[in-house]
């Protein structure tokens, strides 16, 4: 198995940290260090439209099922929600105390999910003219580095080595203990698993009803950077950025290596898999975005 660049995007100066295809792949969008969101067509390269507004650096962005909103946040401490064809800034949410590093929809879009350095998550409700969260939870004892919602569950991880599952119905907590910052938190397409990244270069495959370790990929580096891995769109294989450039894919069953992508002069740290297809989004701090394709 071979993968190959089939296009490659300037990106954002001083670093793109994440970058994220639309619900049915047809477009993508990312964020960076020269404060910008900007939606493009992965397949030409071409730039469609770019939003402006934060005040610092770009650090995580969400789409919303029916692509026409997103939401952005970063290290001015706000949360922008963007309508994606005419640019305007619907609402822009204060309340975290520090930077903030990750967002996420709800299914139904009526509210946002937010995680901060300040150590809390945040709820927004989006169909009320309140513009102040409506709750807060403050059980992690540092950085939020991830936030996932699916469903009634929010799945959370942060730099103080624990993974949090919280069921919003039963209004139940469920910890896993990694005992490394951890860096990326998803769950595979049937969501009976969980894989999770951290600092002292692992990747891990947890079982995510009693946390049972089914599986390590290994070879990579990561001690330093935020750098995120995911699934295929099959769950058959596992991506991770690295910090000797490479983006590394393990057989997810057999734990090798299978390939390791050469093309980006720094670390990829943010990675996206087309939802039906075997192409592979990854951005770096190098700037650039990079288009894979399975071959």
């Known amino acids: 198995m071979t993968w190959q660049e089939v296009a490659s995007l300037p990106g954002h100066e001083g670093g793109t940290h994440v970058v994220r295809f639309n619900k049915n792949g047809n477009y993508c ?31 995580d962005l969400a789409l919303c099922k029916d692509n026409r909103m997103i939401a952005s946040c970063g290290g001015d401490k706000q949360i922008f929600l963007w309508d994606v064809l005419d640019g305007r800034t619907l609402r ?13 929809f709800n299914d139904d879009q009526s ?3 937010s995680g901060s350095y300040d150590k809390t ?15 807060t939870i ?28 919280y069921d919003i119905r039963k209004g139940e907590l469920e910890t896993d203990t990694i005992g490394h910052p951890v860096t990326s938190v998803t769950l595979s397409h049937d969501q009976n698993c ?3 990244s951290s600092l002292d270069s692992t990747v891990r495959f947890l079982d995510k009803s009693d946390g049972t370790l089914l599986n390590t990929y290994k070879g990579h580096r990561n001690t330093t950077w935020k750098i995120q891995s995911c699934f295929s769109n099959d769950d058959a294989f596992v991506f991770s950025g690295s910090e000797d450039r490479h983006i590394y894919v393990w057989d997810l069953v057999e734990g090798k290596v299978v390939d390791r992508i050469e093309g980006h002069k720094d670390t990829p740290v943010s990675l996206s898999y087309h939802p039906t297809d075997d192409q592979l989004l990854s951005s770096s701090l190098d700037g650039t975005i990079k288009l894979w394709e399975k071959r």
């Open 111 to 113: 509210v946002l999910v």
């Open 92 to 104: 822009r949410l204060k309340g975290h105390e520090n930077r903030i590093n990750c967002v996420a």
């Open 138 to 165: 403050e059980h992690a004892v540092d950085s939020i580095t991830i936030v996932k919602v699916y469903g009634v569950e929010i799945l959370t991880a942060s730099v103080d080595g624990h993974i949090r599952l």
């Open 194 to 196: 969980i894989l999770s």
């Open 29 to 59: 969008v990312s964020g960076g260090g020269d404060r910008k969101v900007t939606l493009w067509n992965p397949a030409t390269g071409k730039q469609i439209k770019s939003y402006a507004g934060h005040g610092r650096e770009v650090l």
């Open 121 to 135: 998550i945040k709820f927004w409700d989006l169909k009320s003219n309140t513009y102040e969260p409506i709750q």
